[in-house]
């Protein structure tokens, strides 16, 4: 059974530089493009960072600069580390695979993934 699972989140401070992790299990992330989105209240979902099977990394623009996902195939975790978090950044994140390698604003499309993990909420404390 595929699954995957965000964790890392919490209340944070602003400025502050938490690192969220995408933690798979029933496939190998060798294979697939992994995307990271966020929801935050009354707004809609948005993809914010992907990074597919060759290695290449995508980032929305508001978080370009600021956020940098990575992998570790061995453990079958992708990471999206966030730094200097402001309260624009408070939402729920949660990870998301396909099969195969997929590229440019295509990978931060939630429409492209068939398999979806509950999220991790991150709060911004000011």
């Known amino acids: 059974e595929v699954q995957l699972q965000a964790s890392g989140g919490g209340l944070v401070q602003a400025g502050g530089s938490p690192r969220l992790s995408c933690t798979a299990s029933?496939?190998?992330?060798?294979?697939?493009?992994i995307g990271w989105f966020r929801q935050a209240p009354g707004k809609e979902r948005e993809g914010v960072s992907a990074?597919?099977?060759?290695?290449?990394?995508y980032y929305t623009n508001s978080v370009k600069g600021r956020f940098t996902i990575s992998s570790d195939n061995a453990k079958n975790t992708v990471y999206l580390q966030i730094d200097n978090l402001n309260p624009e950044d408070t939402a729920d994140y949660s990870c998301?695979?396909?099969?195969?390698?997929?590229?440019?604003?295509?990978?931060?499309?939630?429409?492209?993934?068939?398999?979806w993990g509950q999220g991790t909420q991150v709060t911004v404390s000011s």
């Open positions: 029933g496939f190998s992330f060798d294979d697939y493009t």
């Open positions: 998301a695979a396909v099969h195969g390698s997929y590229y440019l604003d295509l990978t931060l499309q939630a429409p492209l993934y068939d398999y």
């Open positions: 990074i597919n099977s060759d290695g290449d990394t």
